[in-house]
């Protein structure tokens, strides 16, 4: 599933069972090169914003920490 033609539907029909997939892809940091990590953590990112049920066991992956960007 591509991030960018992710849509609401998409992720409501997402289970528990496929976030712990995606998951486990990115805690295992197993991938053929790096752009595939980073789709899979938009992917996660994408989730975390609209079903934050799903992604908040994993929210430690995407390493968000607020930043003073002023």
């Known amino acids: 599933m ?3 033609n992710l849509s609401k ?3 409501a029909a997402l289970t ?3 976030v712990a997939q995606l998951a486990q892809r990115l805690e295992n940091d197993d991938y053929t090169d790096a752009f595939e990590g980073l789709k899979d953590w938009h992917l996660l990112r994408a989730i975390a914003f609209q079903r934050e049920d799903l992604a908040e066991p994993y929210l430690y992956l995407l ?3 607020t930043y003073d960007e002023a």
Do not use: K, L, P, T
Request: glycine share 0%; hydrophobic share 25%.
């Open 16 to 18: 528990a069972e496929d």
């Open 63 to 65: 390493d968000n920490e």
């Open 9 to 11: 539907q998409d992720v």
């Open 2 to 4: 591509s991030v960018q």
